[in-house]
């Protein structure tokens, strides 16, 4: 059984945080990379942050500094801090487990100017 589900999402002002879960199957969890992707109406899905099981992690640069990825590996979840939002943040996001081909349901970010 594949399950991904994320929790966390909401409203914001610009320049508030949220820290997103994701609750993972270990099937597809332990030892596999984790990301977290967004997509704002009417554009591409994209990559915001990755964790490997060894807890390396690569952002996309308009994200840099201001979100952090982690995961807990006894619990099979990762999460996303979010810091210091920004209106453009404003999407979408889901949780991968990247070698797999699911995606969960995705949690809504919605951040006001």
């Known amino acids: 059984q594949v399950q991904l589900v994320e929790s966390g999402g909401g409203l914001v002002q610009a320049g508030g945080s949220l820290r997103l879960s994701c609750a993972a199957s270990?099937?597809?969890?332990?030892?596999?990379?984790m990301g977290w992707y967004r997509q704002a109406p009417g554009k591409q899905r994209e990559l915001v942050a990755s964790?490997?099981?060894?807890?390396?992690?690569n952002y996309l640069d308009s994200v840099r500094g201001r979100f952090a990825i982690s995961r807990d590996n006894l619990k099979n979840t990762v999460y996303l801090q979010m810091n210091s939002l920004k209106p453009e943040d404003t999407a979408h996001y889901y949780c991968?487990?990247?070698?797999?081909?699911?995606w969960g349901q995705g949690t809504q970010v919605t951040v006001s100017s």
């Open positions: 964790i490997t099981s060894g807890g390396n992690t």
């Open positions: 270990g099937n597809i969890f332990s030892g596999s990379s």
């Open positions: 991968k487990s990247l070698p797999f081909p699911y």
